[in-house]
Each structure stands twice: as C-alpha cells, then as structure tokens.
C-alpha cells in the first residue's frame, strides 16, 4: 500500500514509541540527581529555600517518573511481536543485561521511591537524603545497562555466533558490557539528561522572574536560586557535552565510518576535507546540492588533524548505506542547539560579573525559548544515531530486513494507530499537567506529595477525592487541619 511495508510501519511504531520514552527517563535522570542536591544543600545549610524547591520539583518528578516507566513497558510488546527474529538472535545477548536492569536499577528504584516521595514526614532526614541519592543511584545504574545493551548493538563484542542457529551467544561479558563506544555514549547521555532538566528548571525560573516583573513584584528567594542554580548548570555541562560530543564523533569514525560519512554529507573520501555546513544530500544522484563549505574544517574536526583523511558514502555498498538527508539534518540541529546552549552559559556568566542577572530581560527571555532544547537536541541526536546504524540493527551482522517478524501489515497499522492515540492522550494529558504545576510559583512553606491523597486508578473507586489541602484525614476520617510542611 503506497510503497509501505510491514518492514517501514514497524521501523515507525518503534521509532515512535521509543522518541516518547527517552524524554521522561532522561528528564527523571536529570531530575533525581536536581532533588538530591536540593536536599543535600538543605541538609547542609538549613536554608528552607532549598526545601520548598525540593517539595516544588517532587511533585513534577512523580509524574515524569511514572510516565517513563509506563512508556517503557511498551518497548518489550514491539520486540516480541514485530521484532521477534531479533530478540531470538540478540536475546542470549541482551536479555540478560536488561534482566540486570531491572534486578539492580529497578529494584532500588522501586524500593526507595515511596520513601522519597510521601517518607518526609514519617522517616529521620538523614534516612530520607539517602533515599533520595539511592533513587538518583538507581536511575543512573538503569542509563548505564540501557546504554550498554544499545551500544552493543552500535559496536558488538565479546560474542561469538553460534553456526547451527545463527544466534548472538555471549564469549565475555567485560567486552559486551564495556564494548567500544560504550563509555562515551554513556557519558554523552548522561550530559544530555542533565542539560534538558538545566534548561527546563531554568525557563521555569526564568518564566517566573518575567511575570514578577510584569506584574510590579519583586521575585521570592526561591524563583532567585532556581534560575540560578539551573544557569550555573548550563554554564559547567554545555562546555563539557561539547567536549564530550566531539569524543564520541572520533569513536565513531572508528567503528561506524559509514554512519559519519552520511552525517557529513561526505560522498567521496579526501584528505584536507571541507565541513558542510549546510546542503541537501541526495542519495539518487550521490551528491550533496547546494552545499555551503568550511576548507579543511571537516579533517580537522573529525580527526584533528588537518590532513586527516575522511571517508565518503561512496566507499560503501549503496545497500550498506545510511539514510544520509535525514541524519544530516538532525546532526546540525543538535550541533546548533548545542552550541546555543554553550552561548547561554557564557551569557549568564557574563550578566553574573556585570551584576544585572536577576534583572536582564533579554537573558530571562533567551532562557525561556530555550525550554524544550535540550529535549529536541536529545532526539534529534538519538536520531542520528539509530537511523546512522541502518541498515542494521547489530552493525554489520544483522540486518534490520533480517529483524523484523513476519508480520502482515494490517496488524501493524492497527497497532501503530492505537498507539498514537493512547500516546497523545495519556501523555498529553500528563505533559498538560506538569506545564500546569510549572506555572505555579514556588511558595514559602511548600507543600509535598500528601500520601493521605487517594489515588483514583483505573477501575478502582478510592472514595471522595480529597484535595491536597483538604482537612480531612481519610484514615480516620476526623478534622486533621492542614497538611503542614516538615519544617
């Protein structure tokens, strides 16, 4: 049907699926580690500011968390029913390091998260700080598994295969789990996630010092450390996911020449090689139109050496050839984004020295557009990532046409098209709600989680929703006035 196969739907329902699921566990990441810091300064200096940011953000972390953990459920459906060749393939292979995910990552999560959310008030504060590192713990352990098993996948090693089934069976595990591109993706993740709650806790302070300002008020103290803290972030990690990006493209040009060459535009390999700024690579004509060059910038960038040689799409198979137009683009946008964000952390250091930090609108408003930039940079380099893989799904082994199920199409549109619709529902509807307690100042005195709120689930009936600042304790069922705060 128009040239669609079962193939291409299946490639977009994964494609799909996975785009909404990075954001949350990268923004609870990113988060987690927010709140353990709030809690571990208000430890430290007694200051009640870093407790009411702590409460402010709590709440917006259980959402996030949550939906994180609902979208990934799905991942595990689409690899047995339209990947299902590839998971009897890889399975011996990444079976079990998702199997260590959840005994190592999940499980601490899960075991601590209740204390972190509702345990303020019913455990010691020390007791309660450390729940809150061990969930940050656990959210960087589940990135390193997660990474590990997709790195593999990028840069295989430690495996043989097994002749009579063509299956992955593992040799050594150091070399699968700590194979090749394993480390600098890890730490180019882990930049990322903390740039994309930089920049959201940033606008957040920043949205609220504009409409103070607007509104004839001086900011509180809280709106004040949020911005602040979230530009001191942006001004140390932008710098060093720079760093850290430009390690990743020299690993890359190591083990997966194909997919730098397609994400430069690059059709023959030279020595002293132009950077394309911009073009549009064609893959009928094997031609890059209307392209605008840098001399000599692309040896230099990719191999550090002005006389270095970079390849070309042209020293490979047409079959074995990347996508080039699509990951040409999204590499610029995340390249660009990235060096926005580097601009944004000299501004505000700038705007720190002059002492007008608090009151430049110009800063307030860079800040504020900059909102979802870290989450568009984060997919658009996932992006140039995966389809930079293609046409494999375990590089240069498996083929993606040898992954698929042999499933008919029909089965999958229906499928496709009932994730679409629960997605943008639920996590619209999720998304409209974190938006809505953005919009709400951080207040003196801030409120928490309340665990005497019921939860109203699917096909349970909790009773009377009682409201965060109901007076009535549903255990008992008495007048227990306000919820106070801790402290």
Excluded at 90 to 102: D, N, S, T
Excluded at 210 to 234: C, I, N, Q, Y
Excluded at 398 to 411: F, H, M, Q
Aim: aromatic share 14%.
């Amino acid at each position: 049907m128009f040239g669609i196969t079962a193939l291409h739907l299946a490639r977009a329902q994964f494609g799909f699926t996975v785009a909404f699921h990075i954001l949350f566990p990268a923004f609870s990441i990113g988060l987690a580690a927010f709140l353990a810091v709030l809690e571990g300064l208000w430890l430290k200096t007694g200051k009640h500011v870093y407790l009411d940011l702590f409460r402010y953000w709590l709440k917006i972390f259980s959402i996030g968390f949550a939906m994180g953990v609902v979208s990934g459920v799905v991942m595990s459906y689409e690899f047995g029913t339209n990947w299902s060749r590839f998971a009897e393939k890889a399975g011996p292979v990444l079976g079990p390091m998702l199997a260590y995910e959840v005994l190592t990552a999940f499980f601490l999560e899960a075991g601590f998260l209740g204390v972190m959310l509702f345990g303020m008030d019913r455990v010691g504060k020390r007791l309660h700080f450390t729940a809150t590192c061990l969930v940050s713990i656990g959210t960087l352990i589940s990135m390193s598994w997660i990474l590990a098993s997709n790195s593999w996948m990028q840069t295989p090693a430690g495996y043989v295969i097994d002749k009579a089934t063509g299956r992955f069976m593992p040799e050594d595990w150091w070399k699968i789990i700590f194979n090749p591109s394993f480390p600098y993706r890890l730490v180019h993740m882990g930049l990322a996630a903390f740039l994309c709650v930089a920049f959201s806790v940033g606008a957040v302070g920043a949205y609220h010092l504009l409409r103070d300002r607007k509104r004839g008020r001086k900011p509180t103290e809280a709106v004040r450390v949020m911005f602040s803290m979230a530009m001191w972030m942006a001004a140390i990690v932008a710098p060093l996911q720079i760093l850290a990006g430009d390690t990743q493209g020299l690993n890359t040009l190591k083990y997966q020449p194909a997919k730098i060459a397609a994400m430069e535009g690059d059709w023959d390999s030279k020595t002293r090689a132009p950077e394309i700024l911009f073009g549009i690579p064609n893959m009928k004509t094997e031609t890059t139109d209307y392209k605008i060059e840098l001399p000599f910038a692309g040896s230099l960038i990719l191999t550090h050496d002005i006389n270095g040689r970079v390849p070309g799409l042209k020293d490979f198979k047409p079959e074995d050839r990347p996508y080039s137009p699509l990951i040409f683009f999204t590499f610029r946008i995340m390249i660009g984004l990235g060096f926005l964000m580097f601009g944004l952390g000299l501004l505000s250091l700038f705007l720190r020295w002059r002492g007008t930090f608090y009151e430049n609108v110009w800063l307030h408003r860079f800040a504020l557009v900059m909102a979802p930039s870290g989450f568009i940079a984060l997919l658009c380099g996932w992006i140039t990532t995966e389809v930079g893989r293609q046409p494999y799904t375990v590089y240069g082994l498996l083929r993606t046409t040898d992954s698929v199920s042999s499933i008919a199409l029909p089965g999958i549109a229906t499928s496709m098209v009932a994730f679409v619709i629960v997605y943008f529902a639920v996590f619209g509807a999720g998304l409209a709600f974190i938006l809505k307690l953005m919009s709400k100042e951080p207040e003196m005195g801030e409120s928490g989680l309340d665990p005497r709120t019921p939860t109203r689930t699917s096909g349970i009936n909790p009773g009377p929703a009682q409201g965060a600042d109901s007076n009535v304790d549903i255990r008992s069922g008495k007048q227990s006035g306000h919820a106070q705060p801790a402290e």
